[in-house]
């Protein structure tokens, strides 16, 4: 099925270990973003690529980095975790109009 | 600054009625403004959307309206359902963007008694 593939699902990380949240778009889109989800609170751009080639930060980059490996994958790496990082991330992917969004990665950092 | 947010934390409704859930803007430069669905432990999801030309558009069982002079969009489900409890966001995406930025409110909670 067409959409967005998230990986992994679940992650627990210690504080100060890294890790990378995958992204697969097979739409063909040209864009695709990074948001992160925290209780009450509505979704927030990390960081986004208008197109393949490009990254730019969003609201909230401080503590992350991206890749856009190709028009069809968007990494978001955290160089060394905090608790502050422990969130629910989501990746989206658009065209022209709205977003379409992968299911999520719920991350706790301890 | 930047900001869209919702009157409302929470609405519970009666299966069958109809709900209507509000949502304020602060953006004049907005000119595209869309409503999502998140249900539990998924991605937020499309439900409709609407450009600063126009006042209304209409979906399926769904409706939302724009009035620009004061900033407020609002999305009315026609007939609730059970399946229509999730939250929703309204979001906006500012013309000074070029359309690749989406800001989004904080979410209002449905809940639909049956």
């Known amino acids: 099925n067409a959409g967005v593939t998230q990986t992994p699902k679940f992650q627990v990380l210690k504080t100060g270990q890294s890790m990378t949240l995958q992204c697969a778009q097979d739409?063909?889109?040209?864009?695709m973003y990074w948001y992160r989800q925290d209780p009450g609170m509505g979704l927030r751009l990390i960081y986004y690529?208008?197109?393949?080639?490009?990254?730019d930060k969003g609201e909230v980059p401080n503590g992350y980095n991206v890749s856009r490996l190709n028009k069809r994958e968007f990494s978001l790496r955290l160089e060394s975790a905090a608790p502050s990082q422990t969130s629910v991330y989501f990746c989206?992917?658009?065209?022209?109009?709205?977003?379409?969004f992968g299911n999520g990665t719920r991350l706790t950092v301890t | 600054g930047e900001s869209v947010g919702l009157h409302l934390p929470t609405l519970s409704v009666q299966e069958g009625d109809n709900s209507i859930i509000n949502c304020a803007y602060s953006?004049?430069?907005?000119?595209?403004f869309i409503w999502y669905k998140q249900e539990s432990g998924k991605g937020p999801q499309f439900i409709i959307d609407?450009?600063?030309?126009?006042d209304k558009r209409q979906g399926q069982r769904v409706t939302v309206l724009l009035n620009k002079t004061v900033k407020h969009l609002s999305l009315q489900i026609a007939a609730t359902q059970p399946g229509d409890s999730a939250v929703y966001f309204c979001?906006?995406?500012?013309?000074?963007?070029?359309?690749?930025?989406?800001?989004f409110g904080a979410g209002t909670r449905l809940f639909v008694k049956a």
């Open positions: 989206a992917s658009k065209e022209d109009s709205p977003l379409h």
């Open positions: 739409m063909n889109h040209n864009s």
């Open positions: 690529s208008a197109s393949e080639g490009t990254t």
């Open positions: 953006n004049s430069a907005s000119d595209y």
């Open positions: 609407i450009r600063s030309n126009m």
């Open positions: 979001a906006e995406s500012p013309l000074y963007t070029g359309g690749f930025k989406t800001i």
